[in-house]
Each structure stands twice: as C-alpha cells, then as structure tokens.
C-alpha cells in the first residue's frame, strides 16, 4: 500500500474540522498545523480502529495490537527495531533500556493498553460519539471473556502478552494497573481476585510476594513486594469484595498491608520490598498510597477499620519522608530524590534512578512532582502541604525553563509529565502562564512523535515505529491524553488568558512600558523574521504595566527555544557510551556535547528607572543553569537616584545559561523596568560542535548618552591624538597611520611594529579601564601591556587571541598568582570596541571584567589564582605587543585607546564605550552611527598622552631624550640614537587643553 492512499484511507473521523472539500490528507495536514488535539487524538483513534485490531492468526478479535509499522499499519514482525534506546546522553546510566522483555512485540495487552482505552472513553464525552466508547468496551469484554487462564489470571502486564498470531498467550505478568473495566464481567472479576489471593501471594499468612508471577500456573515468587502491583491487588479486592462480601478478600487486604507495616523500620521508613531492604522507594509508596486513599472511601461503610488502615499506609510513608524531605526536595540543586536509604535518610548519588534530571528518560521531575501534587489532595497534613507545594511549584518553574535537549530520545511519557505538571501548577496558582507553557509541550510533542505518514505516534523522537512499552507507567501515547486534559482546561479559564501574548521585538529589545493589557505570560520574538521566542513568565502571577514592569517581587523565568528537531544521523554524533552501571563521574551535564538545536537566553540587559522622590537600591539576582541543574546565583545591587535611570547588564558564565531574574528594592512602588533586551545562543555554547554564531546586535549603551568620561582618564589615544603623529608614520617597526572615513587609525602589520611609552608613575595603576577601539585581522596580538622588567608583573594586558577572542589578564611574581579571563565574542575582521577593567577589591575572577561592543562578556576561559602583589612597575607601556620571548604583535586596526587608573561603574564604562563606538568607520559594521570627525579634547592635567614611535635598534624602545632613556634603565642596552627622539622626528608629547 503506498503512503498517499494509507493516509487517505486512515481519517474517515476527522472531516468534521476542515472543508468538505479537503482530502483526508489534507484534513491531518491542517489537524497537524493547528495543532487541534482534538482531531489529532480522532484520527489516532480512527486509525487504531481501522487497522489495529487483531486480523492476525486464525481467530480475529476486537483487540488492539501494540506495535505497528507507521508506513504500512502493519503488524511489526522480525528483526525488530531497536532494544537499547538511542541516541542517550552521554555519562548517564542506561540501565532503563527497552528490554526485551518488557515489550509486547506487535501483540496484544489491554493492561499495558489502557491509555488507548482511556482515549476513546474522552473522545466519546469530547464528541458525543458513543462509537469510541463501543470500541473500548467491546476489547475490555473480548479480553476478559476470552483470554483469562484457568487459575484466574490474565496474560498481561509488561512481560508476556496475547500472541495474536497464535490465538493465546501465557507467561511471568507484572499487574502494574489497576484493571477499570470488571463492571462489564463480574465473574471474570470474582475469579481473578481470588487469582491473585491464591497464585500471586506466595504466603498466605506474611503477605510475602514478588510483583512477578505465572498467568497459567501456580508459581508465585517473594521478596519483592512492590507497592504499585501490591496496590493494583488490594484494588481488585476491594472491588470484589464490594460486589461480592466474602471476608477472604479483607484477609488478603489486610496481610498485604501487616505485609508492608512489617518492613517498616525503627524511624518510620518503609523498605520497598524485602529485596530491597536498604531502600525507602517513596515515589511507589505513593502510587500505592493514593490508590489505596482511593479505595478506602469506596470500602470505608462496610470496613471502616480496614478503610483507615489502608489511609494509614500513606499516612506513615508521607510522615517518614516528611523528616528528610528537606534534603531530598532541592529541586534546584540536585532535583526531586524519589528513593533514598532508610538507614541515612539520605541519598546515593551514584543512584541514578534516585535523581535523574528534568527531561532524563523515564527518571525526569515531573511525574513524581505530579504523584506530590496528588498526594496534597489525600493527605491534609498542614506540614504536607507547605513542602509538597513548594516542590511541586519550583518544579514546575525548571519546566518553564527548560525544554526537552531534542538530540537525544523524548519519550511520550516525558511530555506527558510536564503537560500534567503545568496542569498541576495551574491548579494550585490558577496562573494561566502553565497553560501557555504545557499548550508549547504539547504542539512540541506534536512535532516530535507525528508526521504525515501516520497519526500513529512514534515511541521516541527518534523511532519511527509504533509501540506501546510500558512498565509502571504507560509511555508512547500517554501524552494525547494529556493534551485532551490541557484542552479542556483552556476551554474552562477566560478568552483573554488562553494565548501567551506575543511580542515582537526589534533587535531583541522589548519596551515594557508598551504591554497595553495584562499577561499571564508573553513570548518575545528574535530571530530571522521573528520566528524564535522567548517566553517569559512568573510563578504566580502575570505582568502588567504603567511606565514599565514594577520590580516590587519582579521574576522573569526565561524559556529555552528548540529551534530544530534533528534527525537521527543529526543527532548520532551526540549519542552516549552504553553504560550498564553509572559510575557517579559524569553528573555534571555540561560535560556532554550539544548540538545547535535549541537557544538559550546568554545575556540580558535590563533598564531600570526610579520614578519615585528617594534614591532606590536595587538588588537583581540572575540564576544560572546548566540544564539540569542550578549551579549558582549572582546578585548585583545599584543604587538609582530619584527621576534617574539605570542599566544592568547580565551574562552567563562557562558552560551555564541564564535561567531566571529576581528583583528586590529597599523602595517599594518607585522603580520600574521599562527595557528588556535579551541575546540567545545556540545551547552548543556549552561545548561547541561547530564555531560559535556571531553575537546578536545586542548593545548594553543603547539607551545610555555617548559621553566621554574624564575622571582618571591616564592615557588618551582617540582621532586627533593619532592624527598628529602621521607625519613620522615612515620610519621603520612602527604602525602606518590610515584614514577610514576621516578617523586616523593605526595599522599594525603583526610583524614587528609597536609603540612604547616609558614608565611613568600615572600609568602603575592598582585599579584600571582600558577602553579600546579595535581591527584585528590576525592573532595573538596585545593590544595593550605593561609589566614590571624585573620580575614580569603584569599591571595590565588587554589581548586578542588567535581565534579572536578577547582576554585580559593581571598577574603577580608568577603565573600561579593572577586574574585571567577570556570572553567568547568573536572580534575578527571588524571594528569593535573592547573593554577590560580591574577592581583589587572584588573577589575572583570578577576582578577582571570584559565587553564587547558594550555587552558583557560570557567567558570561554577564567582563571584565578593567589594573591596579586603590590603594583610597582617599571616597563615601559607597549601598544601593539608585550616584551618578552613571546612579543605577540598585534595585526589590524587600532582607532583608539582609553587608560582609566580605576573601574569604572557600568553606566561610566557604557556611555565611554558608546562614544567610542561612535567614532569607529561608519559602514563597517551593521547599524553602528556614522564616525565622527574630531574626538573630545582632554585637559592636559587630567591626561598626559605619549606617542612614542619604534626604533630597530633600540628593541622598540623610546624615550623623549636621553635622559629619560637613562632614567628607564635601558640606555645602556638600547642606546638612543642621534635623531631619534620623540622631539627630534616631531611626536607631540602633550596635547592641547
């Protein structure tokens, strides 16, 4: 059968959401671009219908099977696909493989089915077609009449299946679920229950069993003692019992619960099973426990004692995690841990199931966040509900955050989680912004698990093939059934909340003073034709504005973009190692490699304005991921005085991306956010497949006024200062003087040429800015150095490396006392305007701070170690190299240097380097203000500029005569030449006031 005519043949149900004058295929076409849900789930149901059931062997039944060809709609028959999932990330555990023995094979399973089931029961009361429901209920019937063993049991759950080639099936079953169907054959119900009491129990009297057991003969195992199967069977009693009152089935309830009371310890934690005695499996107990709660309000009339022990089994588990909850619920640190050692209360890290991460197969956050969320619906516990709520609200804030890393495999169930997660949070906030967000989960998991070749949807992102696999939790087309539950809540909130507000901003800049309504979230637009977005929302609240976004208890969770869904070969190079045992060495994320294929937010810049009559601290603290987990915080505070504004400026460090910003004030009411400028970059930043992507046009002196500073200003080398020295350009190892546009610029050939200033007391500088307007063509070459000749302390050295980037570096007596940073901007082959300063009294690394074209550094490189001795210089200043073995020349342009002899403030450093900016050629670089022709003339006092040329025989070395060439300890090394000096090939040596 060709592709076209099974698409056309596949979607009789869904001609209702199009024209009639749209083929079938059209029809999923335009089901597929609206993402209507809908529609989408019809036609899976349609399908199933149609080409699912059991046409296979000699007996044809109303089963579905579970596992498909999606190009043919055919039965999957050997080889298989795949077992081991791929691609995985590397350095993680894979012990969670598609087993052979947890599939299905191609054949039947109702109980590993019951997502399917449980669709067409929604779409029966989403349609009003009792067609859906028939079809559910005719395979529920067929299975139980048809396929029950004749101890009672059923071939299901996991590890066998109904060999619908064979007409039959028998095997170890694992009863995960429990079964929603016994109303239609009461005694199918009555002969399974007693089944389970008789062949699945292995000891009447402990309660002693094992989740697996045979569904045709007498061979119960022990010693694992699960809660979900132990809760599946207590269900299926209850449910027998209420039918039928026979008081065997309360023993087999109580022995069961005696059975795990039993394994409880002396500090109240309950062992999962006998097996597995060391560990306290909390995300079972309360799979277990809200079944269990569940039941006991079906059964509490008849058995009122028994009802309250079943609450009490959760009552107690709850209580025991309660007590070191506090240690396993930082979801910020090390994610929600759902199992732990009773012996410590603590956990393993070498334990991955423990952990996981937010979108790790099948071990991600959001399911046990949502199994919290329903446990706060049972459990009335005062203490309870504080911690679970605030678990599961900062879970859900990772979630806003993060999407799924799409190179390696997206299961449904992961999609599912976080759709019920958002579900969850806007339950307990009623903030539509989760709406918004879990709407991007499900069109994400529209794009990632279907396609125009079927409705069916693919068990991973990265398999194309049909089948249900599952374990403890339904997987492959769970999430349609989340996104039928996320429809039916947006239909319930206002019009007006159902849709992110979307923003387009020009040049990643958005004016929070023109939001015009209020949104529980809003989505800014960047990219080639503003087709990415940046989604921006808060925890409990949405955003308003009057003159901007008041920052009075102001967050900003700021969204990753997936930009791309690779392919398989796209995504291979990304594929882990297999790794049966995880070796504890690898939990750091960032170690991995990523690809290209999503953005996240690198840098921020935020403009704040005090609208009140007192001067306003403001604190903003930036929170920074690296996709897994928080690593770090950073706080900065300014102080904006009344009717003034100011402009903070944010940036990623290594291998983190910025994740969320928190505004504090000591002046409530007063200060607003009226700018939100924003740069993404691809996730690779982390550890780059492929050159870094230029930076967005994203500039932190915008909105600042281009003016010069003067305080501290040391050394002055801008327009007119180099316009003056064009007469001596001839003379050898120097830089030719050039003219772009009417701005002289220096040209340094990255050979030999340089220029040297003697030492001087106003260039040993204990703080520093330097500030310069830059060309490179090549690299390494220092733009500027000075050292001290003895023991090659470097005061200050502001660097391009050979791959363009920029570093500056102070360092002490030796390499192992020193602040050095590199920033990750790319500079080559354009004008740019660098910026470097040091402030002794920060701490760290932070005591070298870089920009770039006014945008703070991200940093491929930081290093700091040993204290900085005192700085008593006695080199001369180079431009253009450094001394040493190592000159490193400096090839390209130089328009411009600035020497400040302390840190400048952000707003100082901006409006300079703005003014810098604005005297670099005009028309060499995008969207930059035309050159201008003369630079602002500096007073002598506050200044004194030196322009000293090179000589070839003097080592690049000059003085202004040849006693200050004595004075600097080099006349006896490099004698001055006759002729050479500064005043006898006429170089000024001071400017004009």
Not at 112 to 118: E, F, I, P, R, V
Not at 150 to 166: E, K
Not at 655 to 673: E, Q, S, Y
Not at 953 to 960: H, K, L, M, R, S
């Amino acid at each position: 059968m060709n592709r076209v005519l099974f698409v056309i043949a596949l979607l009789p149900g869904i001609a209702t959401i199009a024209s009639a004058q749209d083929t079938p295929q059209q029809q999923w076409h335009k089901a597929q671009a609206d993402y209507n849900y809908t529609a989408i789930a019809r036609a899976y149901a349609d399908y199933m219908i149609e080409h699912g059931r059991d046409v296979y062997g000699t007996v044809h039944s109303p089963l579905f099977v579970t596992a498909m060809d999606r190009q043919t709609g055919k039965l999957i028959t050997p080889p298989f696909p795949h077992v081991k999932r791929k691609p995985f990330m590397p350095g993680w555990e894979r012990d969670r493989e598609c087993r052979g023995s947890d599939r299905n094979y191609g054949h039947a399973d109702p109980l590993d089915q019951l997502t399917l089931l449980k669709i067409l029961h929604r779409l029966t009361e989403t349609t009003g077609d009792k067609r859906y429901a028939d079809e559910a209920n005719m395979t529920a019937a067929w299975w139980m009449a048809n396929a029950q063993s004749p101890i009672g049991l059923y071939p299901w759950g996991t590890h066998t299946r109904w060999d619908v080639t064979r007409d039959g099936g028998s095997g170890q079953f694992e009863f995960n679920h429990v079964w929603p169907y016994w109303k239609l054959n009461p005694e199918a119900l009555q002969k399974y229950a007693m089944g389970l009491w008789d062949h699945y129990v292995a000891d009447k009297k402990t309660g002693n069993f094992n989740r697996h057991a045979h569904s045709h003969r007498h061979d119960p195992g022990d010693g694992m003692e699960f809660p979900w199967p132990g809760s599946a069977m207590i269900a299926t009693w209850t449910e027998a019992y209420l039918a039928n009152p026979d008081p065997e089935y309360v023993r087999a309830i109580d022995t069961i619960l005696n059975r795990w009371e039993s394994l409880r310890d002396a500090n109240g934690h309950l062992a999962s099973c006998s097996s597995y005695g060391e560990w306290a499996w909390y995300l079972g107990y309360v799979q277990a426990a809200n079944r269990l709660d569940d039941w006991a309000d079906r059964i509490g009339a008849k058995q009122p004692v028994l009802a309250e022990e079943m609450r009490d089994y959760g009552r107690r588990n709850d209580a025991a995690y309660l007590k070191v909850s506090d240690g396993l619920l930082d979801i910020k640190r090390v994610g929600p841990v759902k199992s732990y050692l009773r012996a410590t209360g603590g956990f393993n890290p070498e334990r991955l199931d423990i952990i996981g991460g937010p979108w790790q197969d099948r071990k991600d956050y959001a399911l046990f966040a949502v199994m919290l969320h329903e446990r706060m619906k049972r459990n009335d516990s005062a203490a309870l509900q504080e911690r679970y709520r605030r678990a599961v609200l900062d879970t859900a804030e990772v979630y806003m955050s993060i999407n799924p890393e799409v190179q390696w495999a997206v299961w449904g169930e992961n999609m599912s989680g976080a759709i019920r997660l958002m579900l969850a949070a806007h339950e307990l906030t009623g903030n539509s912004a989760y709406l918004h967000r879990a709407d991007q989960f499900g069109r994400l998991a529209v794009d990632l698990f279907l396609d125009d070749a079927s409705p069916l949807p693919k068990i991973t992102s990265h398999d194309n093939f049909y089948e249900i696999e599952s374990v403890t939790t339904p997987s492959t087309d769970v999430w349609m059934l989340a996104v039928l539950d996320l429809r039916d809540r947006l239909a319930n909130v206002d019009e007006a909340e159902r849709q992110t507000v979307r923003i387009a901003t020009t040049g990643g800049i958005w004016d929070c003073t023109k939001l015009g309504t209020s949104a529980a979230s809003v989505a800014l637009t960047y990219g080639e034709g503003g087709g990415r977005t940046l989604f921006l929302s808060r925890r409990e609240t949405g955003f308003t504005s009057t003159n901007g976004l008041s920052i009075d208890g102001l967050e900003l969770i700021a969204s990753d973009h997936v930009n791309k869904r690779p392919t398989l070969e796209e995504a291979r190079p990304l594929n882990g190692v297999y790794r049966r045992r995880f070796s504890g060495k690898h939990r750091e994320p960032s170690t991995a490699t990523y690809g290209g294929f999503k953005d996240v937010l690198d840098r921020a810049n935020l403009l704040l304005v005090n609208h009140g009559r007192n001067a306003a601290n403001v604190t903003v603290t930036v929170t920074y991921h690296d996709s897994w987990d928080d690593r770090e915080t950073r706080d900065q505070t300014v102080t904006i005085k009344p009717g003034k504004q100011m402009l903070v400026a944010v940036a990623s460090p290594r291998k983190r991306f910025i994740r969320r910003l928190d505004f504090i004030t000591d002046t409530p009411g007063a200060v607003k956010l009226s700018q939100f400028a924003f740069a993404m970059t691809p996730r690779s930043k982390l550890n780059p497949l492929t050159p870094e992507a230029a930076p967005a046009d994203l500039s932190a002196f915008d909105r600042v006024k281009a003016t010069q500073v003067k305080d501290g200003l040391v050394l002055d080398l801008v327009g007119d200062a180099l316009r003056k020295i064009k007469e001596s350009a001839g003379a050898s190892r120097q830089p030719k003087l050039v003219v772009e546009n009417e701005l002289p610029v220096l040209r340094f050939d990255g050979k030999d040429d340089f220029l040297s200033i003697p030492d001087n007391d106003t260039l040993d500088l204990h703080a520093w800015t330097v500030i310069s307007l830059v060309r490179p063509t090549g690299g390494p070459g220092v733009v500027i150095s000075k050292i001290d000749g003895k023991n090659f302390m470097m005061n200050y050295r502001l660097q391009i490396d050979k791959d363009g980037k920029v570093g500056a570096v102070v360092r002490g007596t030796n390499a192992r006392q020193q602040v050095n940073r590199q920033a990750r901007a790319n500079v080559l082959n354009r004008f740019a305007v660098v910026a470097a300063r040091f402030d002794p009294k920060t701490k760290g690394v932070d005591k070298v701070t870089i920009s770039v074209d006014g945008v703070p550094a991200s940093y491929s490189y930081q290093n700091a170690e040993g204290p900085l001795s005192a700085i008593t210089h006695s080199a001369p200043l180079l431009i253009g190299c450094q001394p040493g073995r190592e000159p490193r020349h400096f090839k390209g342009d130089i328009g411009g240097i600035l020497l400040y002899n302390r840190a400048l403030s952000d707003e100082e450093l901006n409006s300079t380097a703005k003014w810098l900016v604005e005297q670099r050629p005009a028309g060499k670089t995008a969207g930059t203000n035309k050159a201008t022709k003369t630079s602002t003339a500096v007073p002598t006092r506050e200044a004194i500029v030196f322009l000293i040329t090179g000589q070839s025989n003097a080592g690049g070395v000059a003085a202004f005569s040849p006693e200050t060439n004595e004075k600097s300890g080099m006349a006896k090394k490099h004698p001055t030449i006759p002729g050479s000096t500064a005043k006898e090939v006429g170089v000024p040596t001071i400017m004009d006031a």
